[in-house]
């Protein structure tokens, strides 16, 4: 079994930061992308950034320049630092990896809201 688990998220005012964190845990051989997603109260779930195992980073074009994906891939976790975020960045945030002979895993979800 693998599991993944998020933690950060919180209740923030505008122009603040929170970072994500989400580790992995379980059978793991290797992890190849990990990534971020959120979903808003009635919007469909959306990509916000994701990481290869070698680094190489892709982000929506609303988080460009604020929100910065990283890794540790002998921690099998990833990071989401989240800076000047805004109210409509308020979303249950999605921690997803497509793990090696395993498949696609996504965690629980964590609420990260931003006040005006």
């Known amino acids: 079994q693998v599991q993944l688990v998020e933690s950060g998220g919180g209740l923030v005012q505008a122009g603040e930061s929170l970072r994500l964190s989400c580790a992995a845990s379980?059978?793991?051989?290797?992890?190849?992308?990990m990534g971020w997603y959120r979903q808003a109260p009635g919007k469909e779930r959306e990509l916000v950034a994701t990481i290869t195992r070698g680094g190489s980073t892709n982000y929506a074009n609303s988080v460009k320049g604020r929100f910065t994906i990283s890794r540790d891939n002998a921690k099998n976790t990833v990071y989401l630092q989240m800076n000047s975020l805004r109210p409509e960045d308020t979303a249950v945030y999605y921690c997803?990896?497509?793990?090696?002979?395993?498949?696609?895993?996504w965690g629980q979800g964590t609420q990260v809201t931003v006040s005006s």
């Open positions: 379980g059978s793991i051989f290797s992890i190849n992308s």
């Open positions: 997803h990896a497509d793990i090696s002979f395993r498949g696609r895993y």
